[in-house]
């Protein structure tokens, strides 16, 4: 089926703003995560669900992020109170399980939050 | 602190060389590696993942995994300008958080027509 969609593609926002961040994985992939990318690099983890719940939250940085995943399949990354340090891509990736070695993640498009 | 270290690059090879990226890893019980091209502006693409010592074919690429050593490579023979690319080394631990991917900064690869 499609790969993982987010949407919006793009997002430009003013400091203290609240935005919202959605992801839809592929189809019938348990496993969801967050991560988030500045320039120059490598994504960094931010939270990752199994089902409709958080089994890790460790890598948001503050109590201004936060997600949920209420059914199972699309998830929303939702930040409060923006800053211009939260700028970066925000990258949601699916997996089919998290059993064994497998794991093998897959990416979406991502978003580009721009906070002025 | 676990670590994933790439040279930054830029690594230029002919087109129909063989390149030759590197990445080592901070922690001696990581349990599964990853490769991920990743083309300006876009999104990591998963190339290939390597779990047990040795080396891992498919197609032009090959993964080559030494956990002694702590490091992990990727081959990627008859190099094309289509490969121009970063190219990021991922890692996972053994047992609680092994779904957690640590990522490299990466290695930007430029291949020369």
């Known amino acids: 089926g499609a790969g993982v969609s987010q949407t919006p593609s793009n997002k430009v926002t003013e400091k203290g703003k609240y935005v919202e961040l959605r992801c839809d994985p592929i189809s019938g992939h348990t496993a969801l995560y967050w991560y988030r990318q500045s320039l120059g690099q490598g994504p960094e983890f931010l939270i990752y669900f199994q089902g409709t719940g958080a089994a890790d939250d460790s890598g948001l940085p503050n109590d201004r992020f936060f997600a949920v995943r209420p059914e199972g399949s699309v998830s929303t990354l939702k930040i409060q109170r923006t800053e211009r340090g939260d700028s970066a891509v925000y990258l949601c990736a699916s997996s089919p399980t998290l059993a064994g070695g497998g794991n093998e993640q897959f990416f979406g498009p991502g978003t580009r939050l721009t906070v002025l | ?113």
């Open chain 2, 1 to 113: 602190q676990k670590e994933v270290e790439q040279n930054s690059g830029p690594l230029s090879v002919p087109e129909g060389a063989i390149a030759s990226l590197n990445c080592t890893y901070s922690d001696r019980g990581s349990q599964s590696f990853f490769w991920y091209r990743q083309y300006s502006g876009k999104s990591p693409e998963l190339i290939m993942f390597i779990y047990s010592n040795g080396d891992k074919e498919d197609g032009r690429f090959t993964a080559q995994l030494n956990k002694a050593s702590q490091y992990v490579s990727l081959l990627i023979r008859d190099s094309q300008p289509s490969d121009s690319a970063t190219y990021l080394c991922a890692v996972t631990p053994y047992g609680a958080g092994s779904y957690q991917l640590t990522f490299g900064k990466g290695t930007k690869l430029s291949v020369i027509p």
